[in-house]
């Protein structure tokens, strides 16, 4: 099976995006694939702010990602758009980074009104540094993404089914099973 590397954008250390994109993790990891998370917000800022390729953690990130065959991208939408941080660690791997590898997108917003960041904001990004395949990204709200106190992660239903569609259809995408589609509509 393929290696993924499941990335969180979020720079909140309670963040419902890192919790849902672990959350998703089991889910391909039961189908088989070798997960690795990474959350953006663990890399040191001095390093991404001071855009440190060299620096210890931006190199392992970077080889993170030519050791993934496929890549979960997870953000909060923040104005319109994908977080800071994200771009942050983007704009700091090899302009062609992703050339090779399969692509889910992922965000979590408070509104609808946000839901064209993906294909908007973060598609355009993902595709310009040479991905291989972007599977159809899914944008889920806030509400429907919730804590317990014991940190036990509850999606409301008709986002857990979505997700479970798009997570399975970017596994299958891993797997070959299914050509990829140069432009792939988005969801809400």
């Not at 040191?44 to 050791?67: C, K, N, Q, S, Y």
């Not at 993404?145 to 979505?162: F, P, Q, S, Y």
Request: glycine content about 8%; cysteine-free.
């Amino acid at each position: 099976m393929a290696t993924v590397l499941s990335v969180s954008g979020s720079p909140s250390a309670a963040s419902r995006t890192a919790r849902l994109l672990r959350h998703l993790d089991r889910r391909l990891t039961a189908q088989g694939h070798e997960v690795i998370p990474l959350d953006v917000r663990t890399v040191p800022a001095e390093a991404l702010l001071g855009a440190d390729v060299r620096h210890p953690a931006i190199v392992e990130a970077t080889e993170l990602f030519a050791r993934a065959d496929g890549v979960v991208i997870g953000t909060p939408v923040y104005k319109a758009a994908y977080s800071g941080l994200l771009k942050s660690l983007l704009d700091l791997l090899p302009q062609y980074g992703l050339v090779g590898k399969t692509v889910l997108p992922l965000a979590t917003g408070g509104t609808t009104a946000h839901v064209l960041a993906i294909d908007y904001a973060l598609r355009p990004v993902l595709s310009s540094m040479g991905a291989a395949h972007i599977v159809q990204g899914w944008f889920t709200l806030d509400k429907d993404i919730a804590v317990d106190d014991d940190g036990t992660l509850t999606v409301a239903r008709g986002a857990a089914e979505a997700l479970a569609q798009v997570v399975d259809r970017f596994s299958d995408a891993l797997d070959g099973r299914t050509a990829p589609v140069a432009a792939a509509g988005r969801a809400a």
